[in-house]
Nanobody, 120 residues
Framework: QVQLVESGGGLVQPGESLGLSCVAS????????LGWYRQAPGKQRELVAT??????TNYADSVKGRFTIFRENAKTINLQMNSLNDADTAVYYC???????????????WGQGTQVTVSS
C-alpha cells in the first residue's frame, strides 16, 4: 500500500500565504509524478500543480505566478501559495503516480485532503 499524508491547510485572509506539504510512504519503487489537486464545494476536482521526477512542473492557469510546487526529496512535496483569494478555497488533495515494483504498472494514489479556506 501507498499512503499520502497532507498537512498545512487552514484559514487565511485574502492576500495572505499558506504552505502545504505531502509525504508519501509505503510500498514504493518509484514515484514518477507528485501533485496537488483541489475540489471546491459543488465543483469537480481540478489540477493545481504537478512536478515530475525530473523536476518539470505544470500549473493551472488560475494559480500561475502565485503558487509554487517543489520537492524536498523523492517522497515529499510542498506547495507554497501566495496572494490567496476566495476562489482558492477548496479541499486540496495530494496525488502520486507510483510504480510499486520494477515490473508493476503505474498507479494513482490520493491523500485524504486538507481544507484551505480563504475568507475575510
Amino acid at each position: 500500500q501507498v499512503q499520502l499524508v497532507e498537512s498545512g491547510g487552514g484559514l487565511v485572509q485574502p492576500g495572505e500565504s499558506l504552505g502545504l506539504s505531502c509525504v508519501a510512504s509505503g510500498s514504493i519503487w518509484r514515484i514518477t509524478e507528485l501533485g496537488w489537486y483541489r475540489q471546491a464545494p459543488g465543483k469537480q476536482r481540478e489540477l493545481v500543480a504537478t512536478i515530475t521526477t525530473g523536476g518539470s512542473t505544470n500549473y493551472a492557469d488560475s494559480v500561475k505566478g502565485r503558487f509554487t510546487i517543489f520537492r524536498e526529496n523523492a517522497k515529499t512535496i510542498n506547495l507554497q501559495m501566495n496572494s490567496l483569494n476566495d476562489a482558492d478555497t477548496a479541499v486540496y488533495y495530494c496525488n502520486a503516480k507510483v510504480r510499486r515494483s520494477v515490473v508493476a504498472g503505474l498507479d494513482d494514489y490520493w491523500g485524504q485532503g486538507t481544507q484551505v479556506t480563504v475568507s475575510s
